[in-house]
């Protein structure tokens, strides 16, 4: 028995069990928004909903589509079992890592996945992967991608048919999981393309297959449970011409975000450009395709275009995590005991970099997430405008959250007024000017669709734009058609649910922005 061939399997196990133990306390972090519209997406969709016509989002459909599945084996009564889907992604990814055609040895397949599901797990709170969203399929995909094809084809090794038509439906996948990862989609195939070997053009053409298997699969479901004109016009014009403007996005924020800074909000960041530069480098050297490494190297950095050091960058972390470890790996595996050591050196370093880092997206320290505790087996719905809304409408009856707040959703047992479960500053943009009919305009359709209830919680869209800015039409229905809450200060009630000795008024006076009369403050 070789030392490897110990270790290696011995780490694997060690991996396998802190990213369990990391992933069952992922099951009860706080929630966050994002993910909350994930699974209010997939709800709302199990009970009828269209995608992108009854339930409208800006994030690709791939997310909803997992969410509804595992809702359908899981049911929805419990959202922290939604976290599930990354689980399983990411499990699926440590397995195509496990079986990458680059390695050649099964003890070194043992040491790669030890140190992958390690660094994963020690990323899992701190980066957001234990959230169902789309960062985390995006990386998984990516992890699968160059495990199982990209790389073997750089590096000359066998591809076989299975392994590429997975490798080419993750590829197809990517832009369903964010249009914006679709120039890393192409980037990818391009890689393959200008690989001249003989006997690759099958290893292509499965790849193909792969791919539009993947892509039938999805349009066949779209045509049951989607809109896919509603999916170009919500989750690419207004996200392209219009929240685009609202971040930043380009070559100037994608190289700052390359330089190394171990600030505890960029550790997480700085690892893996550290690890994409590595990575990289023992690609170049090791495959003498030096365009394709270059189109691969281009494809990991089109995923950090927003320039983004929280969650948004969770694709490029896996991607550039992976890239390290197989290339790694790869290089070391005729070496045991260095490969071994390097591996531990790795691990360790990544468990203390994600100890001393502040989570994403709650920018909260090691300290403070473990005053604020988990609660992996429950759910806090015991808060009071659950109460003030259910007494208000009834179980089937669809309510407003605005500006954005999915879990007020989750909590109070309620689907979303159809079309709208938020509205932002850029989705107000959009509205001025939709896409070929598809209208979508909160002024024109609130007046027409009453909900019973709307929370309105009047805080400054990041920190800058109140709904005074962007929908005054909102404030003057709810002052001329709703009453306030006197307890639940979020709650604002129709006026027909009330009694009528309870209605005050001078009830227009409680909207925030808004005079006694209920027009606009200057």
Not at 49 to 58: G, K
Not at 149 to 173: H, S
Not at 374 to 402: C, K
């Amino acid at each position: 028995m070789t030392f490897l061939s110990f270790s290696g399997p011995f780490l694997a196990v060690l991996g396998v069990l802190y990213f369990a133990v990391k992933a069952f306390y992922g099951l009860g972090t706080p929630s966050f928004g994002d993910e909350s519209g994930h699974i209010l997406g997939g709800l709302a969709i199990a009970r009828g909903d269209v995608l992108y016509r009854d339930y409208i989002d800006a994030h690709g459909p791939l997310i909803f589509i997992l969410s509804w599945i595992a809702g359908l084996f899981s049911g929805f009564r419990h959202a922290y079992l939604m976290r599930l889907v990354p689980i399983a992604c990411t499990f699926a990814a440590g397995v195509a890592v496990f079986l990458s055609p680059a390695l050649r040895k099964w003890s070194s397949r043992w040491l790669a996945v030890g140190v992958w599901l390690a660094a994963m797990a020690a990323q899992w709170t701190v980066q957001a992967f234990n959230m169902d969203s789309y960062w985390t399929v995006g990386g998984d995909l990516l992890t699968v991608v160059m495990a199982l094809l990209i790389l073997p084809v750089l590096l000359e090794d066998d591809v076989g048919r299975w392994q590429a038509c997975c490798g080419g439906a993750c590829i197809a996948l990517l832009p369903l999981t964010a249009y914006s990862f679709a120039p890393t989609a192409i980037l990818l195939g391009l890689a393959i393309v200008t690989v001249r070997r003989s006997g690759y053009r099958n290893s292509l053409f499965q790849a193909l297959a792969g791919a539009g298997a993947a892509l039938g699969a999805c349009l066949f479901w779209m045509l049951f449970y989607g809109d896919l004109g509603g999916m170009i016009a919500y989750h690419f014009v207004a996200n392209q011409f219009y929240y685009s403007r609202y971040i930043g996005v380009g070559l100037r924020p994608l190289f700052q975000s390359l330089i190394p800074s171990f600030r505890p909000d960029t550790i997480i960041q700085s690892l893996a450009v550290i690890c994409f530069g590595c990575g990289s480098f023992l690609l170049f050297a090791m495959s003498r395709h030096r365009l394709s490494v270059l189109l691969l190297a281009g494809a990991l950095l089109m995923t950090q275009v927003r320039g983004a050091f929280g969650f948004q960058d969770g694709t490029f972390v896996m991607g550039a995590m992976t890239l390290c470890v197989l290339m790694g790996v790869r290089m070391m595996q005729s070496h045991e005991r260095l490969a071994t050591l390097v591996a531990a050196v790795f691990c360790g370093v990544y468990v203390t970099g994600a100890r001393h880092a502040t989570t994403s997206p709650y920018d909260m320290t090691r300290r403070q997430q473990q005053e604020a505790g988990f609660h992996p087996l429950r759910e806090n719905t015991d808060v009071g405008f659950v109460r003030a809304i259910q007494s208000h409408s009834r179980p089937g009856e669809r309510i407003l959250v605005i500006p954005y707040n999915p879990d007020v959703y989750i909590y109070a047992g309620r689907l979303s007024m159809k079309k709208y479960h938020e509205y932002l500053p850029w989705e107000a943009d959009y509205a001025h000017h939709p896409w070929d009919g598809y209208e979508r305009d909160l002024c024109h359709d609130l007046p027409h669709d009453l909900p019973p209830v709307i929370y309105f919680d009047d805080y400054r869209v990041w920190g800058q734009w109140s709904a005074a800015d962007y929908m005054p039409c909102v404030l003057r229905v709810l002052a001329q058609d709703y009453q306030r809450d006197p307890i639940e200060k979020s709650v604002y009630i129709r006026r027909d649910r009330l009694n009528p000795t309870t209605e005050k008024p001078a009830i227009r006076s409680s909207i925030p922005g808004t005079s006694t009369e209920g027009g606009l403050l200057p």
